[in-house]
């Protein structure tokens, strides 16, 4: 990797002692960033209608969605995680709270699931080059909750 990095500088620093930077076109402007130089030539126009209308493609609205989804499944975790273990020191409660317990994970479990599959949805839609959505790792997030 240093050779590489090393013949690339080597290559920049040449380029500029023979003034081969210099009095390029635009030298001196702002950059414009309106535009993205890696939005396809066929969705500019689409993407800028958008834009326009204060609109957003399908898929960043559904990535919107699905943070906000992650967010309130989460927050049931802990609140049921916090009500299990509160009434482990009760013994007349920790029966209602082993059943109530089984009854979250059932319901969150169908939630990650149903969440699991537009997840799935949302990355075959997302462009190349976009960080696709990771899934919602169940068991993962009830260990978290339980140590929080």
Not at 32 to 49: G, I, W
Not at 65 to 81: H, I, K, S, T, Y
Not at 82 to 93: C, G, P, R, V, W
Request: charged residues 30%; glycine residues 4%; hydrophobic residues 35%.
């Amino acid at each position: 990797m240093e050779r590489w990095q090393s013949a690339v500088e080597k290559a920049i620093q040449q380029a500029l002692d023979e003034g081969q930077l210099t009095n390029l076109p635009g030298e001196g402007q702002p950059l414009n960033l309106n535009d993205n130089p890696h939005t396809p030539d066929d969705l500019k126009m689409a993407y800028k209608l958008l834009k326009d209308n204060d609109l957003a493609p399908d898929w960043m609205q559904m990535g919107r969605e699905l943070e906000d989804r992650q967010g309130q499944m989460r927050q049931r975790l802990r609140r049921a995680v916090e009500t299990y273990e509160a009434a482990q020191t009760d013994a007349l409660k920790r029966a209602q709270a082993e059943a109530a317990w089984r009854q979250a994970q059932t319901k969150l479990a169908a939630d990650a699931e149903r969440y699991n599959r537009e997840v799935t949805t949302y990355n075959l839609k997302t462009p190349p080059g976009i960080a696709k959505r990771p899934y919602f790792d169940l068991s993962a997030e009830i260990r978290r909750a339980r140590q929080a």
